[in-house]
C-alpha cells in the first residue's frame, strides 16, 4: 500500500527558511512533486523531480525558482523541498504528490497526479 507523510511545515517569519519531508512507502516513484494550497485558491504545483539515474531532472513554478530546492533521497525514499527567503504568499498547506507516468511529470497540475500525503501547513508571517 502506497503512503506518502509529510512533516516538516511550521510558522517562520519573512525571510526565513524551512525544509519539508516526505517519507514514501510501498512503492518508489520515478516522479515526485511538490504542490500547495492557499485558503481560497486552486492547488498549485511548486516543484518537480524526476530521479530516473542518469536524469535527474527538476522543475519549478516561478514564482519559487531561485529560492525553493526540490530533492530525493532515493536510500531513504524521501523528498524533500528546502524553502529559503520565504515570503508571505508562500503560506499554505504543502502536499507531496507522486506518480510513474510522464504525464503527471510533463504537466504539473493535480489532476494528473494519482498518490497524495495529507499535507503538512506552512505559515509565513510579515
Known amino acids: 500500500q502506497v503512503q506518502l507523510v509529510e512533516s516538516g511545515g511550521g510558522s517562520v517569519q519573512a525571510g526565513g527558511s524551512l525544509r519539508l519531508s516526505c517519507a514514501a512507502s510501498?512503492?518508489?516513484?520515478?516522479?515526485m512533486a511538490w504542490f500547495r494550497q492557499a485558503p481560497g485558491k486552486e492547488r498549485e504545483g511548486v516543484a518537480v523531480i524526476d530521479i530516473e539515474p542518469g536524469t535527474l531532472r527538476t522543475r519549478y513554478t516561478d514564482s519559487v525558482k531561485d529560492r525553493f530546492t526540490i530533492s530525493k533521497d532515493s536510500a531513504a525514499n524521501t523528498l524533500y523541498l528546502q524553502m529559503d527567503s520565504l515570503q508571505p504568499e508562500d503560506s499554505a498547506m504543502y502536499y507531496c504528490?507522486?506518480?510513474?507516468?510522464?504525464?503527471?511529470?510533463?504537466?504539473?497540475?493535480?489532476?494528473?497526479?494519482?498518490?497524495w500525503g495529507q499535507g503538512t501547513q506552512v505559515t509565513v508571517s510579515s
Open positions: 510501498g512503492y518508489t516513484f520515478r516522479y
Open positions: 504528490a507522486a506518480d510513474y507516468r510522464f504525464t503527471a511529470f510533463s504537466n504539473l497540475v493535480p489532476q494528473n497526479w494519482r498518490y
